[in-house]
């Protein structure tokens, strides 16, 4: 974490894409997860209206007035109870006449009484489609009215050919409940109260059979189509329930375009909540199943989420802004830090070269001869400078064209002893006055020899020895690394003192060797 923080600090550019990235990505993550969490609580509360639904569903019609009034015919007529029998007891019965009132009373559109031995005895049609006759044994409501237990049962009618529903009650022998029934007071209607409990609620709402085909859809289309895959074996299974009619019988179903499961769906390229709740008809192939869906564009817009995650992403940005500021803040104090590093470096290494050319100072003024000086101004320069081989000369008392060979260091071959201004490369250096820095190829000019082997110097130095515009000597040193700005600097400080030690001393000998010389004529007249 440590190295990255650190790249980003000398990486401004690099610390802005990244600030930038990350507020892009938060500002997605915030949009997604607010969306997310507002689709889920639509999905909650859709799963609500779907229970809810459900419930009227089933109050409408298994606990409804109209099951209530069936259910107390099968149980107290007498009439009806001798009709499912075979055979009317009294002439003055008049089932057709409650039939009738039966039906008009919940606007049904057929009443009927099945014997127990499944055949519609009696039967009352709003439309005169009488259903007298048919066998309907097969009909799961009969099957559930002879255990006793009432039902609603949703299938195409056999007389009419529509969707109806078919409310069930059975009828006993005594007036209390028994676990067996003798008959069965049966009721149809249309699916119009269903219809009216699925539109207006939803944007889409849909009741499935236990067998998974879409009986009453607010889309019309949706209706006869088959949840999930239509397997063969299946197929058989519905047709052979007789359930829907003709339905099926020439034609496979067209496969239903969701699945029956809540959460959110992708339909025509919009996602919708999808709320799933059984509706309980004792239906014996099991609960019917109802399917409500809600269009997530409407109730769960994405452009309050994208909102809150543009208003993340600037609040990154902006933090984004300050961090790249720290990061400025602290590489502007650590490269002040590390000039101060270096500054105290630089102090401590120029206190050092300070101290070190004080000693060189103290052993060059204790020499008594230019010889000796010389000599030990090359030990030091090798010892403390580097320098591996030297040549000192000074100006000759034969005048100022003449340089004489004061001391040498580390030479192959004897120097020669005298040097004319302008002869060689180390006489035009004296007669510039200029110093001169020589890199040698990787070659070199010539080679350092000691007991331990061989080498070939890096560069050579030739520089002058000047005070107060007084050529005093030169030098030529051999340094064995090429020289940095800081060496260079110390040689030339080394080379100034070397210069002013050099003049001193020899008026020093000039003066002893005045202070010498007999008194003169003059002088001893004098005395």
């Not at 440590?2 to 990486?11: C, E, G, W």
């Not at 610390?15 to 990350?22: E, G, K, P, R, Y």
């Not at 507002?38 to 459900?54: D, I, K, P, W, Y």
């Not at 089933?58 to 009439?79: E, F, K, Q, R, W």
């Amino acid at each position: 974490m440590n190295r990255l923080l650190t790249y980003f600090v000398y990486h401004p550019r690099a610390a802005w894409v990244a600030a930038i990235l990350f507020s892009l990505l938060a500002g997605v993550l915030v949009a997604a997860t607010d969306l997310n969490r507002r689709e889920g609580q639509r999905v909650s509360l859709l799963q609500t209206e779907a229970r809810r639904s459900s419930i009227e569903i089933m109050s409408s019609t298994l606990n409804g007035n109209l099951m209530g009034s069936i259910t107390l015919l099968g149980l107290a007529d007498p009439d009806i109870k001798q009709e499912v029998s075979n055979g009317l007891m009294s002439i003055d019965a008049n089932v057709p006449q409650t039939l009738s009132t039966l039906g008009n009373s919940f606007e049904a559109e057929g009443v009927f009484l099945v014997g127990e031995d499944g055949i519609v005895k009696s039967s009352w049609d709003r439309i005169n489609k009488p259903s007298t006759g048919l066998d309907v044994k097969f009909r799961p409501y009969y099957k559930m009215a002879m255990k006793g237990q009432t039902s609603v049962y949703a299938a195409v009618s056999m007389a009419r050919g529509d969707r109806s529903l078919y409310f069930t009650a059975p009828v006993y022998t005594e007036r209390a409940r028994a676990t067996s029934g003798i008959g069965a007071v049966v009721a149809r209607t249309n699916l119009e109260r269903v219809d009216a409990l699925l539109k207006g609620k939803f944007d889409h709402a849909l009741l499935l059979s236990p067998q998974g085909v879409v009986f009453a859809a607010t889309n019309p289309t949706w209706i006869g189509m088959l949840e999930d895959v239509a397997t063969p074996e299946r197929l058989k299974a519905i047709r052979d329930l007789k359930q829907f009619g003709p339905l099926f019988e020439k034609t496979d179903p067209m496969p239903l375009p969701l699945a029956a499961g809540a959460g959110i769906q992708g339909l025509d390229g919009r996602r919708f909540a999808i709320g799933i709740a059984p509706v309980h008809w004792n239906d014996p192939s099991g609960d019917w199943t109802l399917i409500v869906m809600e269009d997530l564009a409407q109730s769960a817009a994405p452009g309050s989420s994208v909102a809150q995650g543009a208003a993340t992403a600037a609040l990154g940005v902006l933090l984004g802004w300050m961090w790249v500021h720290l990061l400025r803040g602290r590489r502007a104090q650590d490269e002040a830090t590390a000039q101060l590093k270096v500054y105290a470096q630089q102090q401590e290494q120029r206190a050092t070269f300070r101290a070190r050319l004080a000693d060189t100072s103290m052993r060059l003024q204790r020499c008594e001869t230019l010889e000796e000086l010389a000599r030990v101004f090359l030990i030091e320069a090798r010892d403390k400078l580097g320098v591996v081989q030297g040549t000192v000369y000074a100006v000759s008392s034969e005048g100022a064209e003449v340089l004489e060979l004061v001391a040498s260091s580390a030479s192959a071959e004897q120097p020669t002893a005298k040097l004319v201004l302008g002869e060689g490369l180390l006489g035009q250096c004296a007669k510039e006055r200029r110093s001169q820095l020589v890199l040698t190829p990787p070659g070199g000019f010539w080679t350092v020899r000691s007991g331990l082997g061989s080498t070939h110097p890096a560069a050579l130095l030739l520089s002058p020895l000047v005070l107060h515009e007084s050529l005093i000597g030169v030098v030529e040193l051999a340094i064995l690394q090429a020289p940095h700005d800081k060496t260079l600097n110390q040689l030339e400080e080394t080379l100034a003192l070397l210069a002013n030690s050099m003049e001193i001393l020899r008026r020093n000998l000039l003066l002893q060797r005045l202070n010498q010389m007999p008194a003169g004529p003059a002088l001893a007249e004098n005395a």
